[in-house]
């Protein structure tokens, strides 16, 4: 998975932006608002080679609809091989409102994201972070995760900054040392944003 995944980095680092993916010590936190009852939808944001898909899988054994939507194709098709249950969309996630809808849901319980943020335009974050809040559902809990090392540089500070604006409640979870960077995940719930306009 490693050299997958440098092969991607080197291909197109603004996309892939790391060179190593998230340790399992990262998945299990990121992923722990998943469910371990019921039948949730849940979203899957830039899964890459599926250092949490394995932990939504694990969470959710075989119930509800795991969706991850990848825009790498060459992510993808490995993802949708390994596991048969996942349903991988091969699409940029500003449209997941649209993927959700042509799957027959027009809400998300969870959404996890595994997207590079600070390598994204100020304009692409927003759009990203626009399609979050316009699926999540009123008591979901969306995840993210940023390196501790560039906490305070401004693509950070600037993501910090959006999350506050869209959901009322953020908070800041503690630094997985055991992750390549060190890094930390930001639990957002309450959408400021309605979940789903009236039609």
Known sequence: MRGTFLREFLRDPFTVAAIAPSSASLATVITSPVPREGAPVVVELGPGT????????????????????????????????????????????????????????????????????????????????????GVLAPGGVFTTFGYTFSRWASPARRLRGSLNDRFEEVVTGRTVWANLPPAFVYFCRRPRVPALSPA
């Open 50 to 133: 599926g250092a949490f898909t394995a932990a939504v899988q694990h969470r959710l054994t075989g119930r509800g609809h795991h969706l991850a939507v990848e825009v790498n194709e060459r992510f993808a098709r490995p993802l949708a091989a390994r596991y048969p249950r996942l349903d991988v969309a091969v699409a940029d996630a500003r449209h997941l409102r649209e993927v959700l809808a042509d799957r027959g849901h027009q809400r998300a319980d969870v959404i996890v994201s595994g997207l590079p943020w600070v390598a994204f335009a100020p304009h692409r974050q927003d759009d990203l972070l626009d399609a979050v809040t």
